[in-house]
């Protein structure tokens, strides 16, 4: 097996072949692997049988792997024997009724995780176990190209300027800032950042998270979070990921953002995830 990495013909994505990642990985592959993520922004891995303790040896090699954000005491995984690292991304329920993990059903509009806190973990990794037959796809949005797309009006206007970024916890609904922060997890961010390892910028703005604009008034915000939020979506910049089961698939928080497509309730879908620790987001220069 040798290890090979193919882009996608796509805005964003690689496919990464001849690895098992059960494997403890030499330090020359894992190497690799995390250039070509930094290049790529995801990448995607087939036909792999991750345990969930492989899953995390496997993180491991590119950074700590992150707690959640979500409190022990909130977390279905933690009631159900996991430690806090491990989310289950599924709208499966045990005998009782209870969902026994999170991001349970339906559509999800495109976001970054965890950017509505001081440090967002840097890397998402998802491995699909089981899927419904159809739907349940993770699109992937290349937010560097996003930032080119910004008109240069817009772009002067919003240089150096910052966005709250509030997250509800059913992740199905903005939050309205006005009504109180109190309980919502929130965090100013750069609107425009550098990534800390390529130097590039993107814009770090999203539809689901992204819930005011520094300084503006709210309608004034949300016109300009709308105009932003259609050219982070435009089609040219957007890969959908279909999934097919042993699929891992790791993405880089500092300049992608994601989304789910509707699927049929009534179908089971369960992905494990974890996350890789990152730093405060660095605004650009
Ligand atoms: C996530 C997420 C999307 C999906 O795990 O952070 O947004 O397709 N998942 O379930
Ligand atoms: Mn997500």
């Not at 001849?18 to 290049?39: C, P, Q, S």
């Amino acid at each position: 097996m040798s290890l090979t990495i193919t882009p996608l013909v796509a805005p964003l994505g690689a496919e990464v072949t001849g690895i098992d990642l059960r494997e403890v990985l030499d330090k020359e592959t894992a190497d690799r692997i995390y250039a070509a993520w930094l290049d790529h922004i995801v990448l995607v891995f087939r036909d792999q049988e991750l345990s969930k303790d492989e899953q995390l040896a496997f993180a491991r090699h590119f950074g700590s792997v992150g707690d959640r954000a979500t409190p022990k005491d909130l977390q279905n995984e933690v009631a159900n024997g996991y430690d806090g690292r491990i989310m289950l991304v599924t709208n499966q329920r045990d005998e009782k009724g209870n969902y026994i993990g999170s991001l349970q059903d339906g559509e999800m509009w495109f976001h970054h995780d965890m950017s509505y806190t001081p440090a967002p973990h840097k890397a998402t990794l998802l491995h699909a176990l089981e899927l419904p037959s159809e739907g349940g796809n993770t699109k992937f949005a290349n937010m560097y190209m996003a930032y080119e797309n910004v008109p240069d009006a817009l772009r002067e206007n919003l240089r150096g300027r910052r966005v709250l970024q509030a997250y509800n916890r059913s992740m199905l609904e903005r939050v309205d800032p006005e009504q109180g922060l109190d309980d919502i997890a929130h965090q100013w961010q750069p609107i425009f950042v550098k990534h800390p390892e390529t130097g590039r910028i993107s814009l770090y703005v999203s539809h689901l998270i992204s819930a005011w604009i520094e300084g503006l008034a709210r309608d004034e915000s949300e016109a300009i979070l709308e105009q932003l939020v259609v050219v982070a979506e435009d089609p040219s910049l957007v890969h959908e990921h279909i999934w097919n089961d042993g699929d891992l698939v790791m993405w880089d928080n500092r300049c992608s953002t994601h989304a789910r497509t509707d699927f049929p309730p009534e179908q089971s879908r369960l992905l494990r995830r974890c996350t890789i620790e990152g730093g405060p987001m660095i605004a650009a220069a």
